[in-house]
DNA sequence: ATATTGACTTGGACCAAGTCCATTGTAGGA
DNA sequence: TCCTACAATGGACTTGGTCCAAGTCAATAT
C-alpha cells in the first residue's frame, strides 16, 4: 500500500473510491503521466470515474504538496509524485521519455547579479533534452 | 529597417504585408510575444490579417532558425526574436515579465554521468523564477 | 444503526490555444 | 502582362483544461 496514501488519510483527507485510485496510480518512481493518462488509468479500475475529478484530486495533491506539476513540453501538464525532493528532468526528444535527475551544485548560483534586472530570483528549473539509450 | 526583414529576404522568403508586420512587430530586446499579441499588434497596422496567417509565419520563422519558441509558463507558447545567441529566462511570478538571462558556466557539466541513464544530452534549458522589482 | 450534512462526484457546457483545409488571392518570375 | 506556385483567409475542428448545477456519499453525531 502507497504511503502516499497513508500520509493522506494522515491529513485527514477525506478518502473516496475515486480518489484512492487516482493516488495508486500516482505511484513509483519516474512517473510523469499526463491528466489524461491518469484518468485512463484509473478508469481501468474504476470505470465510471470522471474527468473532472481527476482533475479536481490531481489539482488537491498539487495544493497539498504530494505532487509535483510539470510542463516539460508545452503540450499537456505532467503530474510527479516525487515531490518531497526537488529535482530536475531528463527528457528524450525521440520518445518523451521522462527521467528525474539531481545536477551538481545550486543553479542558482550560475546566475550573476548583472544578470538580475533586480529580480529576487527563488527557484531554478532545468530541463536537459537529448536522446535515451533507444533512441540515440 | 529591421535586419530580420533584410535577412529573410537575402534568404529568398517570399515577402507580403502580412509577413513583414508580423516580421515588424517581432524586434526588440526581451521581447516575448504570445501568437495573439503578435496577432493584435499586426493587426493594429494590417487590420485584415488573419490568425491562421500569423501562426503561418510564425512557424516558419521557427524553422528557418529566426525566431524561437519558448514555452514559459504551460500556457501559450511566446515568440523569441532574440534567436541568434542561445539564452535563458528569468520570468516573474508576480507579473510574468520576461528578461533574457545569460547565466555563467555550462550547466550541463552539472549533470554528472551516473544522472545521465544512458541519454545522450544535448541541451539545457533553464528557467528562473522570482519577483521583478515592482512586484517584491 | 440511522440521520445528517458538507464535501465530493458527475456530465456536459464552455473556454483558450492551436491546427487543418478548401477556397481565394497574389508575389515575383517569364 | 500573364501565369502559377505559393500564401492568405476564415471557419471548422482538436486538444487540454475549467466551471457549474445537480446528485451522491463519507464521516460524524445521535
Ligand atoms: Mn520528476
Ligand atoms: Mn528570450
Ligand atoms: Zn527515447
Ligand atoms: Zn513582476
Known sequence: M???????RGRGWRMTPQRRVVAEVLAGEHVHLTADEVLARAAARLPEIA???????????VA????AEVAIDGRAKRYDPNAHRPHQHLVCSGC?????VRP????????PAAERFGFTVLEVE???????????
Open 51 to 61: 474527468r473532472a475529478t481527476v482533475y479536481n484530486t490531481l489539482g488537491e495533491l
Open 126 to 136: 532545468v530541463t536537459y533534452r537529448g536522446l535515451c539509450a533507444d533512441c540515440a
Open 64 to 67: 497539498l504538496g504530494e505532487v
Open 2 to 8: 502507497s504511503d502516499l496514501l497513508e500520509r493522506l
Open 104 to 111: 551538481d551544485g545550486d543553479p542558482l548560483a550560475d546566475l
Open 96 to 100: 518523451a521519455a521522462v527521467r528525474d
